[in-house]
């Protein structure tokens, strides 16, 4: 089994993270003091990472998202948020992270008068801060991010302006997310069209909560490069007693086109998406050779690191350090920057980085 140590030094890629989704839990308690926001439940920092914790898992997406409204009420700031983007790119960095895509949704920031370019200025500065004490601590990192709509409010189409008017300072895409269930991607139809007509990135949270139907409207009507979690594929996949194994045709479109799915084990097991680990559908997909990414979705909610989530893959799959590096990989080929960033990323860090590693394994064998 892969030890902790050489999963947090093997070079990952994260394309799936929630910047509100992530904070530190002294954070969350400092920045309230701080701006004044008085409706934390506790400001014990312990208890306080018990109760997102708790929050959190409690097998509905709907009550998952609950939780939020505690790390958003203390990101209304220009401060806060640079701080918490900022340290977003330290952890990361920290955990063995060389390439990621951080997402959050500017709608939710503008609470106290900040404008929405505002909110993304912020957080921008506080990215390339975080890149700057991460290269100087000696574990560069490359930050991007993914501007998320949420579904329930209706500014969609203003949202994906917002996300192309930033194309050139960072932001590499654009996302939809919030509950599923009464939202279907059909409805924001006019701004995928308008990523879309500008040659921009897309990626939907799909097939999360709701079943197949949201998958195949992402994919065919709205046109999602790549799909938020997407497991409720394996509707479509059947596996029959005698272990062959037939794919229905969204199934088969989404392998064969290579569709990235960004998968987020952990987090689907709290918003009860799955049942355990164990059980994850990211087990088969990954041995039919769907385009599978791992993910952390919420850190903070969820209590996960990317380093963990692989440890918890390998303890229950053997995934070991050739399937980490092909999902590593798979990530870096998904990513929305561009096509020779994300090739310098692949040549110059991935492939060397486990080369290494599997070199230092092998002398231990040997030694
Ligand atoms: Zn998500």
């Known amino acids: 089994m892969l030890t902790i140590d050489t999963i947090r030094r093997a070079p990952k890629a994260l394309l ?6 992530g904070l530190r839990p002294a954070t969350v308690v400092d920045l309230a003091a701080e701006f004044g926001y008085p409706d934390l439940p506790t400001t014990d920092t312990a208890d306080l990472a ?73 957080v921008q500065d506080g990215f390339l801060e975080g890149e700057r004490r991460a290269a100087a601590a000696g574990q560069p990192i490359t930050i991007r991010t993914l501007i998320t709509a949420m579904r329930q409010f209706e500014r969609s189409v203003e949202i994906a302006e917002l996300a ?102 952990t987090s689907n097991v709290h918003t009860g998406a799955v049942a355990s680990i164990a059980e994850h559908p990211i087990d088969l997909l990954r041995r039919l050779r769907y385009r599978v990414t791992v993910n952390t979705d919420n850190r903070l909610m969820s209590n996960v690191s990317l380093s963990g989530e692989f440890a918890a893959l390998d303890e229950a799959f053997g995934i070991g350090l050739g399937e980490m590096e092909w999902l590593t990989i798979n990530a870096m ?23 290494h590693l599997r070199a230092s394994q092998t002398r231990v064998v040997a030694g």
Request: proline share 4%.
């Open 164 to 265: 192309v008017r930033w194309r050139d300072e960072g932001v590499v895409g654009f996302d939809v997310a919030g509950p599923e269930a009464g939202y279907r991607p059909t409805r924001y139809l006019d701004a995928f069209d308008h990523i879309r007509h500008e040659n921009f990135h897309l990626t939907i949270h799909a097939g999360e909560s709701f079943g197949l139907p949201s998958i195949h409207e992402a994919l065919q009507w709205c046109g999602a490069e790549r799909l938020g979690h997407g497991v409720r594929i394996v509707d479509d996949i059947t596996v029959r007693e005698d272990g062959s194994i037939e794919l229905g045709p969204v199934a088969t479109f989404v392998r064969d086109r290579r569709v990235p799915l960004e998968m987020c084990p």
């Open 16 to 21: 799936h993270d929630h910047l509100d989704g």
């Open 50 to 122: 018990v109760w997102f914790r708790r929050g959190a898992d409690r097998k509905s997406l709907e009550l998952y998202l609950e939780t939020f409204a505690h790390t958003v009420g203390v990101m209304q700031e220009r401060d806060a948020l640079a701080r918490v983007a900022a340290e977003c790119a330290e952890d990361l960095a920290a955990d063995g992270i060389v390439y990621a895509e951080v997402r959050y949704a500017p709608e939710l920031h503008v609470e106290r008068g900040l404008s929405l370019d505002d909110v993304v200025r912020a």
């Open 333 to 355: 080929k998904s990513a929305f920057a561009p096509f020779d960033e994300r090739l310098r990323i692949i040549n110059e860090v991935v492939k060397p980085g486990y080369a």
